[in-house]
């Protein structure tokens, strides 16, 4: 069975905290990864995709643990705007194209 | 915008009604996706059109009715739903193949079974 697993939270942290979410996932030949946002009754929108050297985009750091089959992001000085549910996403391939297998999401609540 | 238009963004319907959603991308791809995302459930695939054929169909009841004229329009057709099926049904495209399927959603139609 394919599975995407992340901690649902919420996770309620001031602003300025660092943040940590993670992901397993149980096909040890998913090839690509990504971590989306979706913000309250809005579609998901792609944060940032992760590779296997890790990356970093401003205040946001993806890694990925492809032995332990894991992945992380990082979140550093929230801001109020960072609430929403973050969902990690692994895409699989199958005949002509990838398909993107969906975690159910963290949510993220930063307050002032 | 992310370039995908979905319409209607509300609809509520009975169990015996006959109703479609509509999908647009304006951004040259070439695989559209239907989704469903339930309260408490991770977004679950629903369709894949790749080059308007149809490559995908996770096990989805016949009535929910997937159509693709072309690359840039996808329908979803509805006719006798259940209350179960309340959800936020979302539109995605992406370029297609094995590289460079980001995919960009649509804002969503929320549906209401009665």
């Known amino acids: 069975r394919k599975e995407v697993e992340q901690d649902p939270g919420p996770f309620n942290v001031p602003e300025g905290a660092t943040v940590a979410f993670n992901c397993t996932y149980s096909?040890?030949?998913?090839?690509?990864f990504f971590w989306y946002r979706q913000d309250c009754r809005k579609e998901p929108k792609l944060l940032m995709s992760v590779y296997s050297s890790g990356n970093e985009d401003g205040r946001f750091t993806a890694q990925l643990n492809r032995a332990s089959q894991y992945i992380s992001l990082l979140i550093r000085d929230s801001k109020l705007s960072d609430s929403a549910t973050y969902l990690c996403?692994?895409?699989?391939?199958?005949?002509?194209?990838?398909?993107?297998?969906f975690g159910k999401g963290t949510k993220l609540s930063v307050k002032p | 915008e992310t370039g995908v238009t979905q319409t209607p963004r509300h609809l509520v319907m009975g169990m015996t009604n006959k109703k479609s959603l509509k999908c647009e991308q304006h951004?040259?791809?070439?695989?559209m996706y239907w989704y469903k995302q339930s309260a408490k459930k991770p977004l679950e695939l629903m369709f894949v059109?790749?080059?308007?054929?149809?490559?995908e169909n996770n096990s989805v009841p016949s009535r929910f009715s997937p159509e693709c004229p072309n690359s840039s329009h996808l329908f979803l057709h509805l006719h006798t739903l259940q209350p179960e099926d309340s959800a936020l049904y979302l539109c995605a495209s992406s370029q297609g193949g094995q590289l460079g399927n980001i995919q960009y959603f649509g804002a969503g139609t929320r549906l209401s079974v009665l």
């Open positions: 096909n040890s030949a998913s090839q690509s």
């Open positions: 951004l040259g791809h070439n695989a």
């Open positions: 996403v692994v895409m699989e391939y199958g005949g002509s194209q990838g398909n993107l297998i």
């Open positions: 059109y790749n080059f308007k054929e149809q490559t």
